[in-house]
């Protein structure tokens, strides 16, 4: 069974910084073959894509409400993806996951871990 367990989040001023990380497990056929994509959900609201990354690593995705902020890399030696966050704004308050999209960036994925909460805070 597949695992991803996120950490980085945190508390921070608006324009502020953060970056997490998603540590991946049990990826059936290696973590080279499958597209991780991070998504969040804030209260009250649906669970939203917020960025992706093909397996090529040569193609992202970004939320509309983040591009130009977020950058997402993945790390296939550490089996590891992260999301730079840059200019953080209150919106982007929420709890933060990462989990497999398949192989290839489909909006979808499973299953999911904890999660990692920011808080962006004036």
């Known amino acids: 069974q597949p695992k991803f367990v996120e950490s980085g989040g945190g508390l921070v001023q608006p324009g502020g910084s953060l970056r997490l990380s998603c540590a991946t497990f049990?990826?059936?056929?290696?973590?080279?073959?499958?597209?991780i994509g991070w998504f969040r959900q804030a209260p009250g609201k649906e669970r939203e894509g917020v960025a992706c990354?093909?397996?090529?690593?040569?193609?992202?995705h970004y939320h509309d409400s983040v591009k130009g902020r977020f950058t997402i890399s993945r790390d296939n030696a550490r089996q590891t993806v992260y999301l730079q966050m840059d200019n953080l704004k209150p919106e982007d308050t929420a709890v933060y996951f990462c989990?497999?999209?398949?192989?290839?960036?489909?909006?979808?994925?499973?299953?999911w871990g904890q999660g990692t909460q920011v808080t962006v805070y004036s």
């Open positions: 989990t497999s999209e398949g192989y290839y960036c489909s909006g979808y994925g499973s299953p």
């Open positions: 990354m093909e397996i090529s690593g040569d193609t992202t």
């Open positions: 049990g990826l059936p056929l290696g973590f080279d073959y499958y597209a």
